[in-house]
């Protein structure tokens, strides 16, 4: 499977919705605590490749051509070499 194709999958996906509140607990609990902080890291791993992929397609999706100019395009060039970085770097 080629990049492209993985990114539109993984856009697909659900991001889960997260507040502000919960993260400031999930940072919290993760001070003093070693299985947490490595959930956050798995979990922000995970959601980070979802939501960068999301924005790929939503910035495509543009109308009036907008995606078909230049700095739109740079845009959706960055988050695509984002997503990429992320992606081939699976988390352990």
């Given amino acids: ?16 919705p997260v507040s502000l509140e919960d993260l400031y ?3 919290k ?11 956050n ?6 959601e980070l490749q979802v939501r960068i992929a999301q924005r790929v397609v939503q910035l495509e999706q543009l109308p009036l051509g907008l995606p078909e100019t230049q700095h739109i395009r740079d845009v959706i060039h960055w ?9 081939v770097h699976p988390f352990h």
């Fill in 1 to 16: 499977e080629n990049m492209s194709s993985f990114l539109r999958r993984v856009a697909q996906r659900n991001a889960v």
């Fill in 25 to 27: 607990r999930f940072g």
């Fill in 29 to 39: 609990e993760a001070r003093t605590d070693k299985a947490q902080r490595i959930r």
């Fill in 41 to 46: 890291a798995q979990f922000l791993h995970h």
């Fill in 79 to 87: 988050y695509e070499s984002y997503f990429e970085k992320v992606a």
